[in-house]
């Protein structure tokens, strides 16, 4: 018997779904009427995918650990400090295999060359300012940690995390 074969990060993050959306205020706006813990749609992580594969950010690279935000947080960042960079996307690379459990002790050196901050707080685990592996009760959104690729692993952000 042969071993099933999983997908890099690139190919399981194009096939995943992301962060769960909920209506929010827009909710009363719809016709008919929604309530704002109704859920909308996933979301998904085509704008980080393809800003890392127009600057050549190596995503099926081995033993990596990719901290991805999705495309309503990338939208989010776009809109204050425009288009996301090549040092951005370097910066959601971590070198190594770094499951959640280990987020405080192992060493969060990125592709990029600078190192993420890690730490614990109101029980979410924050890398920098952004949280992730964050499982919340509508209407908030969940954000899926440790999900693994054959090239590593992948962590869920709310938001785009960058060197500085």
């Known amino acids: 018997m042969s071993s099933p074969m999983m997908a890099t990060v690139p190919d399981t993050l194009a096939s995943i779904e992301g962060p769960d959306l909920y209506w929010e205020e827009k909710g009363p706006l719809q016709n008919p009427p929604l309530e704002e813990s109704d859920f909308k749609e996933y979301d998904t992580f085509s704008t980080f995918l393809d800003a890392c594969s127009s600057f050549g950010v190596d995503l099926a ?24 960079t090549k040092a951005v996307c370097e910066y959601h690379v971590v070198k190594g295999v770094v499951p959640l459990d280990s987020l405080s002790s192992a060493s969060l ?56």
């Open 109 to 164: 050196a990125t592709v990029e060359g600078s190192t993420i901050t890690y730490r614990r707080m109101f029980r979410k685990h924050f890398v920098d300012n952004a949280f992730c592996a964050a499982m919340s009760a509508p209407p908030r959104s969940s954000y899926k940690g440790d999900i693994k690729a054959s090239n590593g692993l992948i962590h869920m952000l709310n938001e785009v995390i960058y060197p500085g």
């Open 61 to 84: 690279a081995s033993d990596i650990t990719v901290f991805a935000p999705g495309n309503k947080a990338c939208a989010e960042f776009e809109a204050v400090y425009g288009p996301l």
